[in-house]
């Protein structure tokens, strides 16, 4: 079955430091990965996406993702946290098994960038 | 460019009423459309998917309906509403293919 986790419901973070969200996935065939941010009260807007190519997607906002595919993880990354990155962020994969472009997405994690 | 709208932002209606929330989209054709509901802040779930006028699919049994009366508008209603349909309401659309989707900012009910 198709599935995403996101292991780590809650990472906190001082401003100005690295920043890791964590998300595996399992899937059948080639992956298709995804990474949304969600402020509260508002929709989710796209960050990046691995579909082929380099393992290292960069993305909006200085967000990156590194796509590994022997663990099967797709952890966003960021060098250098700020207060204004602290949201609800959701690792997507799309179902492949489906004949339309269904998304599963995880549970979330929700970021504090502490001042 | 490609925008979303959705409306209302907030809707707060009795138990028994009817709904109907709206959602289109501008700048592209043809697009994949979906209503996702989020409870509790967290997990999305999906409701329903459109690949086209008046191909609705589904993805949880449910008091809710949803219909595609144009290529790129999207309603989802209920002849009466339940409590346990209160939630975050968000719309989305995608171009067919392998790509990211597009949130509209969400509604959110409250069945009082």
């Known amino acids: 079955a198709q599935s995403v986790a996101q292991p780590e419901d809650q990472v906190n973070v001082a401003e100005g430091n690295p920043l890791t969200v964590k998300c595996t996935y399992s899937?059948?065939?080639?992956?298709?990965l995804f990474w949304y941010v969600q402020y509260p009260n508002r929709g989710l807007q796209f960050l990046l996406k691995y579909i082929t190519g380099d393992n290292l997607v960069k993305g909006s906002y200085g967000f990156e993702a590194e796509f590994n595919k022997s663990q099967t993880s797709f952890h966003l990354k960021k060098p250098s946290a700020l207060v204004s990155d602290s949201a609800l962020y959701f690792c997507a994969v799309r179902d492949q098994k489906t004949s339309y472009d269904k998304v599963i997405f995880g549970p979330g994690t929700s970021l504090s960038v502490i001042p | 460019s490609q925008t979303i709208h959705q409306w209302p932002a907030t809707l707060v209606q009795p138990v028994g009423s009817p709904l109907s929330l709206e959602c289109t989209v501008e700048?592209?054709?043809?697009?994949?459309l979906y209503w996702y509901r989020q409870a509790a802040g967290r997990g999305l779930q999906l409701l329903f998917y459109?690949?086209?006028?008046?191909?609705i699919s589904s993805e949880v049994p449910q008091n809710l309906s949803a219909s595609r009366p144009q290529d790129r508008q999207f309603i989802l209603s209920s002849k009466k509403l339940l409590l346990s349909d209160s939630g975050f309401y968000l719309c989305a659309w995608s171009v067919q293919g392998y790509t990211e989707a597009f949130f509209g900012q969400g509604t959110r009910l409250t069945v009082v």
């Open positions: 459109s690949v086209g006028i008046g191909q």
């Open positions: 700048g592209t054709s043809n697009p994949n």
């Open positions: 899937v059948s065939g080639n992956p298709y």
